[in-house]
């Protein structure tokens, strides 16, 4: 028996991965499409598995756009002076050197092929989880959203942290398989078999956007 199936194997033993399933609000949230990981000569990139997510994302934002369904976009960021940087200091070279996700810069903005449309929110964040000392939280309390359908990067580090705290406040984060990317395709399985054990469900966007269509048109 391989690794991965002997994972599995265990994890169904004890009772994990059971389905969460989608709720009855949900909100999309686009997790930092940013210059410095979509850009191909960027020291971050995740270029180019990065832009095979472009399209479904693409459908899963209009899709959302066109039945009142929220759509939330988060941008990774470091003050300009390097003061908010905290331990990446340590651990990211070139967040030590100061060159990316500063703010302002343009590797630090959104792609224009993701661009907010009018009505979308962008949620700052200094930190890997869109929960983490933003406003975010407040946003879905006011919509009573109890489900995010996730998109971006890096699946195993922003995405992840954020799938991890809505999970804490009973918010059921479903990972849309084809619209996350990380850095290797190792790195990729692993998080979405993790993820997909203990702490949301990992959905197809064909799921996704059938889901959506439960939802009235805008008028």
Request: with cysteine.
């Given at each position: 028996m391989d690794t991965k199936s002997a994972s599995a194997d265990l994890y169904q033993k004890q009772g994990m991965g059971q389905r969460i399933g989608f709720g009855e609000r949900p909100a999309v949230l686009i997790i930092d499409?940013?210059?410095?990981?979509?850009?191909?000569?960027?020291?971050?990139?995740?270029?180019?598995?990065?832009?095979?997510?472009?399209?479904?994302?693409?459908?899963?934002?209009?899709?959302?756009?066109?039945?009142?369904v929220p759509v939330f976009y988060t941008q990774g960021l470091v003050a300009a002076d390097?003061?908010?940087a905290g331990l990446?200091?340590?651990?990211?070279?070139?967040?030590?050197?100061?060159?990316?996700?500063?703010?302002?810069?343009?590797?630090?903005?959104i792609i224009p092929e993701l661009a907010p449309a009018p009505?979308?929110?962008?949620?700052?964040?200094?930190?890997?989880?869109?929960?983490?000392?933003?406003?975010?939280?407040?946003?879905l309390s006011v919509l009573?959203?109890?489900?995010?359908?996730?998109?971006?990067?890096?699946?195993s580090g922003c995405v992840r942290a954020?799938?991890?705290d809505g999970f804490m406040r009973d918010i059921r984060c479903m990972v849309v398989r084809e619209?996350?990317?990380?850095?290797?395709?190792?790195?990729?399985?692993?998080?979405?078999?993790?993820?997909d054990q203990k702490y949301g469900d990992v959905v197809t966007i064909a799921d996704?956007?059938?889901y959506l269509e439960r939802f009235p048109l805008k008028n």
């Open positions: 499409m940013q210059h410095d990981f979509c850009d191909p000569d960027a020291p971050t990139t995740l270029w180019p598995s990065i832009g095979e997510t472009y399209e479904p994302i693409q459908q899963l934002a209009a899709s959302a756009r066109t039945r009142r390097g003061s908010s990446w200091r340590y651990k990211q070279r070139y967040h030590a050197e100061g060159r990316v996700q500063v703010e302002g810069s343009r590797g630090a903005a009505g979308d929110r962008v949620i700052r964040k200094w930190r890997p989880s869109a929960f983490f000392r933003t406003d975010l939280e407040v946003f009573a959203i109890d489900t995010l359908l996730l998109c971006g990067t890096s699946l954020t799938a991890t619209c996350v990317a990380d850095r290797t395709e190792a790195v990729m399985a692993a998080n979405l078999f993790d993820i996704t956007l059938s």
